[in-house]
Every structure is written in structure tokens, then in C-alpha cells.
């Protein structure tokens, strides 16, 4: 029948034994992501039950020894996490090590130094100078966040080298070639591709249009994978149900669908993020300069006065 053809022509694996390996490892991964979700939230509800008790219950203050340790550790960890991009640009500092251990060490102490700053200022403003290197502690907090999520959409993963548009263009025609026998059985399934990838090659001409194109094109696939996941489940109840196996190719086939649409949108958005990238760069460095100064110039001021 069609769709037994159908379930046949999406990729599968030589045996059941594999299959069911695949299925353990997808369900290992999702339960590891699970734990990893849940440990999360448990430590940032304890920071922020922590916090409240910093800031009302008054467990130290911030004239304290222990604060005062606390904001030499945060502004210590700051002033190290600059080695990355002294690293990243002279050639003679790479006896300091690999350049992605500093990336990732750059990654956690700017999370992790702002964080303890924070709790060594008692969430409390004391002074000008002390209210200036906090506004631009978490201006270059924010601009940091805004970067991580812009280098994910132009690289392999957080930690993974620089794509290319020609290689997510490759990589997106032999995604879309593979899935050829199978459209050609599921032509809904291949007008909702064929849709989606039609909205995503425009080029509107207006600023405002490319960056409200840049915003929607996210959920129009989600809706767009919504719809195809619909046509499969309406092709399965149409020929009726062929067993497991089968139900497992449709999901699989599902999987395979959803992964061309990712790759779809970010080919269609991936010189976008790129110019971003660029522009982000010329705004998050004077930013970083902007703290180290105000920092030095409230270390100095705390020591004077």
C-alpha cells in the first residue's frame, strides 16, 4: 500500500535490534536533557531564595570581610575571562592553552563573576561610582547573552567551529534530495515544504520588512512542521495502522521532515545573523572596555575612601 511504500522510503535501520537501540539512546538523551532541565531550575531557585535573603534579611552587608572577598572574587573572575579575547586576537598567547577551553571558561566566568558581584553589593546601590560599574556590569551582561545567541545560529553548536552559507546550502539540498522518494507520496507533506521554502527565499527590500521577516520565519515553521505532522497522521489513518514498525518510520520520517525545515530556515537566515554578528562585535567590546574602566575606577575609590 501507499503508505507501507511510504514508511519503506524513510531511512531505517538493517534491524530491529539497531532500531531499538536508536529508540534507547533517543530516550537516554531526552532523559539527560530532563535531569539537566530540572538540576537548572533547582539551583536558580536557590540562588534567587539566597538572593532574597542577601537583600532583606540582611545576612551580611556590604562593608562586611565576606563581601568584600566576594567582590574580589566576581571582579577577579571578570579581569581573567579578558584573557579570551587578548587570546583570540595575539598569536603569541597560545602557550596559554586552546582557545576553546578559554571560550568556555569566558562563557561560565561571565555568568559566574557578575553573579557573585552582585551578591557583594547586597543588591543594594551605595554610591555613584559604585551605581556606574553596576549599570555596565549587566550592560555587558545583557550584550553577552545577546552574543551567545547569535554565535549558536552561525556555528556548529555552542563550542563548535564557524559554518559557512555554502555548507548549510550543501548540506540543505542533500537533506531535501533524500526526502524526494517520499514527497512524491505525500504530496501535502511536499507543497508545506515547498511553502515554507518559498517564504523563506524572499528578500524583502525595507529594513523593517527583513527584520520582521527575520522574526516570523521561526514560528511559520513551527506552524509549517505542525501541518506536515498532520498530513503524516492523516495518511496513517487513511491507510489504516500497519503495525509498529510502521508507526516508527512515520515518526522517524516526522523527525527527518522537521530537521529540513531547521535546516531551511537557517540557511534563510543564517547572513543575517552573520552581519549581526559583526555589528555585535563593535558594540559588546567598547562596552567591556567601558566596565573595566568604571571597575577600576570603584576599586580605587572603595581603597581611597
Not at 530556515?265 to 559583526?278: D, G, I, V
Request: glycine share 8%; proline share 3%; with cysteine.
Amino acid at each position: 500500500m501507499e503508505l507501507q511504500a511510504t514508511a519503506g522510503a524513510c531511512p531505517q535501520s538493517p534491524s530491529s535490534g539497531s532500531a531499538l537501540r536508536r529508540n534507547l539512546g533517543r530516550l537516554a538523551g531526552r532523559l539527560a536533557r530532563s535531569l539537566a532541565a530540572i538540576s537548572l531550575r533547582v539551583v536558580l531557585i536557590a540562588i534567587v531564595m539566597f538572593a532574597w535573603a542577601v537583600r532583606h534579611d540582611g545576612l551580611y552587608t556590604s562593608n562586611s570581610n565576606f563581601a568584600y572577598w566576594l567582590g574580589v572574587i566576581g571582579g577577579s573572575l571578570m579581569l581573567v575571562l579578558l584573557i579570551y579575547p587578548l587570546r583570540k586576537r595575539f598569536r603569541f598567547l597560545a602557550i596559554l592553552g586552546p582557545l576553546k577551553h578559554w571560550f568556555r571558561f569566558h562563557l561560565v566566568a561571565g555568568i559566574m563573576g557578575p553573579l557573585i558581584v552582585l551578591f557583594h553589593s547586597t543588591f543594594r546601590v551605595g554610591s555613584f561610582n559604585a551605581a556606574i560599574a553596576l549599570a555596565c556590569m549587566l550592560l555587558v551582561v545583557m550584550s553577552g547573552i545577546v552574543g551567545r545567541f547569535i554565535y549558536r545560529k552561525i556555528h556548529h553548536g555552542l563550542f563548535g567551529s564557524r559554518a559557512t552559507a555554502e555548507e548549510l546550502q550543501r548540506t540543505l539540498e542533500q537533506q531535501v534530495k533524500a526526502l524526494q522518494p517520499v514527497l512524491l507520496r505525500l504530496p501535502m507533506v511536499e507543497r508545506e515544504i515547498g511553502r515554507f521554502t518559498n517564504l523563506a527565499s524572499l528578500q524583502p527590500q525595507g529594513r523593517w520588512q527583513r527584520a520582521l521577516r527575520l522574526a516570523s520565519l521561526g514560528w511559520q515553521r513551527q506552524l509549517t512542521s505542525r501541518r506536515v505532522r498532520r498530513a503524516i497522521a492523516g495518511y496513517a489513518r487513511k491507510f489504516g495502522n500497519h503495525g509498529e514498525a510502521t508507526n516508527t518510520h512515520l515518526l522517524e520520517l516526522a523527525r527527518t521532515i522537521d530537521d529540513t525545515l531547521k535546516a531551511i530556515l537557517r540557511t534563510a537566515q543564517f547572513s543575517t545573523y552573520e552581519k549581526l554578528f559583526s555589528l555585535w562585535h563593535v558594540v559588546h567590546i567598547p562596552f567591556l572596555c567601558l566596565l573595566v574602566a568604571t571597575a577600576i575606577i570603584h576599586v580605587v575609590a572603595v581603597h581611597a575612601y
